[in-house]
């Protein structure tokens, strides 16, 4: 069984940064997807940020030049640099995993982002 462990969220003033976590249990380079989705009260959950095993990326366009997603194959550990923080980036962030037949999913981490 697959876990993933998100870290790394808190509250942080507009304009601050911010680096996400997400450790596996298993190795991530046996996964297609890796990805960060996020979900703020009331609202569907929304992808962040992918990055596929062969390292190409993709944001949402509300995050692009902002956020930065990336993995540490040896660690096992996937990032989510966030810089340039807004309140509309209030969210509890997920970690997301996929490779042939399963998905994955952490149980999240709170992001914070006051005015």
């Known amino acids: 069984q697959v876990r993933l462990v998100e870290s790394g969220g808190g509250l942080v003033q507009t304009g601050g940064s911010l680096r996400l976590s997400c450790a596996a249990s298993?190795?991530?380079?046996?996964?297609?997807?890796l990805a960060w989705y996020r979900q703020a009260p009331g609202t569907q959950r929304d992808v962040v940020a992918t990055i596929i095993s062969g390292g190409r990326t993709n944001y949402a366009d509300s995050v692009k030049g902002r956020f930065t997603i990336s993995r540490d194959n040896a660690k096992n550990t996937v990032y989510l640099q966030m810089n340039s923080l807004k309140p509309e980036d209030t969210a509890v962030y997920y970690c997301?995993?996929?490779?042939?037949?399963?998905?994955?999913w952490g149980r999240g981490t709170q992001v914070t982002v006051s005015a």
């Open positions: 298993g190795n991530i380079f046996s996964f297609n997807t």
């Open positions: 997301y995993a996929q490779r042939v037949g399963f998905d994955y």
